[in-house]
């Protein structure tokens, strides 16, 4: 399969992975607001995929699920979790790919990168679009406090993912880019 091709593929299987895990964690009650499965399969794929194809995935997962299925509500959730999702895809492939950075080092910049993104877009969404204030506490609280079960999760389930892909040569890291053998 070409490299295209195998982007192409992955990039629509991770899509379809973040639309179904939050419908499982909803309708079995599993608290997808703390366990964050849509971050997931968007985390993996900036291991997984270029990143174009990285960012395009984490723009189009929430958007897809939002229309599909009313979760996340597009606005204002939606918005913001377009910003965050892709910009840790975007962060981990090219500090993963184009950077050569180690794998944890890129998913922790990821996931500090993709809250404070969070954090402008929502402040920028609340003061323009909702005339409120944005509570620095309550954000804190909801980015990191209540998601500390997800963000656990996430530090031991994709590096194990990440490396067991890599093991079956689904993927490898060479020469600045993600593409199989």
């Known amino acids: 399969m070409n490299k ?40 993996l794929g900036g291991f997984l995929l270029t990143p174009l194809f990285a960012v395009l995935v984490g723009i189009t997962t929430p958007v897809l699920s939002s229309l599909l299925t009313g979760m996340p509500p597009f606005f204002p959730q939606g918005i913001q979790m377009v910003f965050e999702l892709s910009t840790y895809a975007f962060v981990i492939s090219y500090l993963y790919h184009r950077r050569r950075a180690p794998l944890y080092p890129a998913l922790i910049a990821s996931m500090l990168a993709g809250r404070t993104v969070a954090g402008v877009v929502n402040y920028f969404l609340l003061t323009y679009f909702f005339a409120g204030t944005f509570n620095l506490k309550v954000f804190i609280s909801g980015m990191f406090i209540t998601a500390l079960p997800g963000i656990a999760i996430q530090l031991v389930m994709i590096p194990i993912m990440v490396r067991l892909l890599e093991n079956a040569n689904v993927f490898c890291r060479e020469k600045g880019e993600a593409h199989g053998r």
């Open 4 to 43: 295209l091709s195998k982007q192409v593929t992955t990039s629509g299987l991770l899509i379809a992975t973040g639309l179904i895990l939050p419908m499982v964690f909803h309708t079995f009650a599993l608290g997808g607001m703390m366990f964050l499965p849509m971050h997931i399969p968007i985390l």
